[in-house]
């Protein structure tokens, strides 16, 4: 008996490329940007380790921007989170790991009345 295999397609990605996800990673590459930041400055660049960091640090953001312009393309996040993922994030994550945690207060905010009118405290 053969077993069907489903297409990969937006829905398979669509099921791995999560908001949560994406986020997480990002905190993480934060993370890891942080640590090759205090190795090459404060720690007077040790070298394998700055390496590995280095390393770790140009491939999460390659994976990063690629995975948030399909996320982008699958409405998983909005323009302005790849952006600051994929443009931004050549000078540091932590500018979309800023914009992960301001898209996840605004999608966790209560949404507005639906008639405009303000509520009352």
């Known amino acids: ?3 069907t295999r489903e ?3 937006p829905a398979a990605f669509a099921r791995v ?3 949560q996800r994406l986020k997480w990673t990002s905190f993480a590459h934060s993370v890891v940007y942080t640590a090759l930041l205090v190795c090459a400055f404060a720690l007077h660049k ?3 380790e700055t390496f590995v960091l280095g390393l770790s640090h140009g491939l999460l953001w ?3 921007s690629l995975a948030c312009i399909l996320a982008t393309r699958l409405r998983i996040i909005p ?3 790849a952006v600051a993922v994929a443009v931004l994030g050549g000078i ?3 500018f979309g790991s800023a914009e992960f945690a301001r898209e996840s207060r605004r999608r966790g905010a209560p949404a507005p009345p639906a008639n405009g009118a303000a509520t009352q405290d």
């Open 1 to 3: 008996m053969t077993a």
């Open 17 to 19: 490329l999560t908001f």
């Open 7 to 9: 297409p990969a397609g």
């Open 79 to 81: 323009l302005r989170v």
């Open 46 to 48: 040790p070298q394998p």
């Open 62 to 64: 390659i994976g990063m």
């Open 92 to 94: 540091g994550p932590f």
